[in-house]
């Protein structure tokens, strides 16, 4: 596995993501309050394109009528089937143990750190003073 | 004596209220004749109907089964059920008057206890409840509960509104704490047509359309959270089909996976829930005509618990004696005549049945 230097922190701020190209792989890189986690973006279903989906919560009941609704903008529903992925594991809701999103480690790395390498497919100029998000695939 | 099969869907006939008035209070009894009412004859299952009773099964009057030996003489002796459950379709639910009903409610339950139950050991009953008023039906499970004969609480596939709906749970409650599934069986109340597109105009429309009730209520109870709430609550669909259930689940379970956070207490599959707290029985199947296609419906319910053996006597769903259609797996055959009637219906526990059977 390599390690592909994405985009800069500043590019995907809190509660966003990004659609990025990992050697010819779409990944979309999540920043939930300053963590980053990067999944495949196809959805292991019918294919759907996970970056364009909603990023919502998790609603669970103990019983008929209650909502718990918890974990806020941790899950993505994907734009096609509204099938639910967690988004730190990249699980679905539905079957958890069978179907899943295939996901990659992520890091946040300075920038004096990627000159020296050994990073792959930058596009873009790498600064010594700015972070940057890594994503090893 | 073994307990050879037991028979999940029999229908005692009643002919008339002239039948009940001995288990009618004075007051109702008075009622019946000033006001005239004649009988709670229902469309779902009108006399002359060829489904209401095989021509070989009917009496002089045109009537089936309108006693127990009649019955017992069928569906024990002929076709060897050792225990029969009786179903009573008779219209009481079908009545506006939410006192009227309980008091034929009662009196049917009670024509039951003592015309049949009481004149023959292998027979069990359903308990009739008056739908119109939810605490009326809570009283009359309450009250018929004590005697074990009763096996089971009967609605109809059709009714006011969505059985899951929460009006209507404590009826569930009472029917989970007393061990006695609920039997949802075809039939309307006629409240709402029983297509949801509205009034059909034919007998043949009327009853094919039964299956979209049986659909509907399915996902009511789930989606409402039924078994969230109440999970030991057996549901059996009696009189059902079986054949239209795997296509609909494909479609009910493949809709929950992307709806589900509006009903987050349905919190597994519903293709699950309907394997372990639904039952149906097997007649009519609906078979296809190649056994080999049989067969296959029976691998797509995914569960070989599920059937329960049935010959709906007397209504017309086959001829001769084939009770079980052609293409059930022959390993099968045990558990749907006996082990599943037996896992279904708690009160049905063997002891009981081997003391009454013997």
């Known amino acids: 596995m390599a390690r592909h230097v994405v985009a800069p ?25 300053g963590e980053f986690f990067a999944l495949n973006n196809r959805c292991p279903h019918k294919g ?19 909502y718990r609704y918890s974990r806020r903008g941790e899950i993505i529903r994907c734009p096609w089937h509204s099938w639910e992925f967690d988004i730190r594991t990249g699980q679905s809701w539905c079957d958890p143990q069978r179907l899943r999103v295939r996901r990659y480690p992520v890091s946040v790395e300075k920038g004096a750190q990627l000159v020296e390498g050994p990073y792959k497919a930058e596009t873009f100029p790498v600064s010594v003073e700015n972070a940057y998000v890594v994503v090893e695939a | 004596m073994t307990i050879t ?93 939410e006192d009227i009903a309980r008091a034929f409610a009662r009196a049917l339950n ?27 039906a809570v009283d009359e499970i309450e009250r018929c509960a004590p005697d074990k004969r009763f096996v089971q609480v009967l609605v109809l596939a059709m009714q006011e509104t969505p059985l899951g709906r929460r009006h209507h749970w404590p009826i569930f409650a009472a029917a989970e704490k007393h061990g006695l599934p609920l039997g949802i069986h075809a039939g309307s109340n006629y409240r709402n047509p029983v297509t949801s597109l509205g ?7 009327d009853y094919t359309s039964q299956a979209q009730g049986f659909q509907s209520q ?99 769903q086959f001829d001769g004696d084939e009770r079980i259609p052609k293409g059930i797996p022959d390993g099968l055959r045990h558990k749907i005549l006996v082990e599943n009637p037996l896992a279904t219906y708690d009160r049905l526990n063997g002891a009981s049945l081997r003391e009454s059977a013997s």
């Open chain 2, 218 to 316: 399915v996902a009511s109870l789930i989606t409402e959270g039924v078994f969230a709430k109440y999970p030991k609550l057996k549901v059996v669909l009696i009189e059902s089909g079986v054949t239209w259930l795997p296509g609909f689940l494909w479609r009910f379970s493949k809709f929950w996976r992307g709806a589900r956070t509006e009903v987050p207490w349905v919190d597994r599959s519903p293709s699950e829930i309907v394997r372990d707290n639904f039952r149906l029985t097997i007649q009519p199947f609906d078979s296809p005509s190649d056994p080999h296609d049989v067969e296959r419906i029976v691998e797509h319910l995914r569960s070989d618990d599920m059937l329960l053996f049935s010959s709906d006597f007397p209504h017309w």
């Open chain 2, 199 to 205: 009034w059909p105009t034919s007998y043949v429309e």
């Open chain 2, 110 to 136: 009670d024509w039951i206890t003592k015309e049949w139950l009481d004149r023959d050991p292998r027979l069990r009953a359903s308990i009739v409840i008056p739908m119109q008023n939810v605490e009326y």
């Open chain 1, 48 to 66: 759907g394109s996970l970056c364009d989906g909603k990023q919502t919560g998790l609603v669970q009941s103990s019983e008929p009528g209650e």
């Open chain 1, 9 to 33: 922190v500043a590019d995907i701020p809190p509660g966003h993501r990004k659609l990025v190209d990992v050697n010819g792989r779409a990944v979309v890189v999540f920043n939930l309050d």
């Open chain 2, 5 to 97: 099969a037991i028979d999940c869907d029999v229908h005692p006939t009643c002919t008339g209220n002239d039948i009940l008035l001995p288990y009618l209070d004075t007051y109702w009894r008075d009622s019946v004749e000033e006001r005239g009412m004649g009988s709670l004859e229902s469309a779902a299952y009108p006399p002359n109907a060829p489904i209401t009773a095989r021509p070989d099964f009917r009496g002089p009057n045109g009537y089936a089964a309108t006693d127990a030996a009649q019955v017992t003489r069928q569906v024990c002796d002929r076709w060897g059920a050792s225990h029969a459950i009786l179903n009573c379709l008779y219209g009481v639910q079908l009545i506006y008057n």
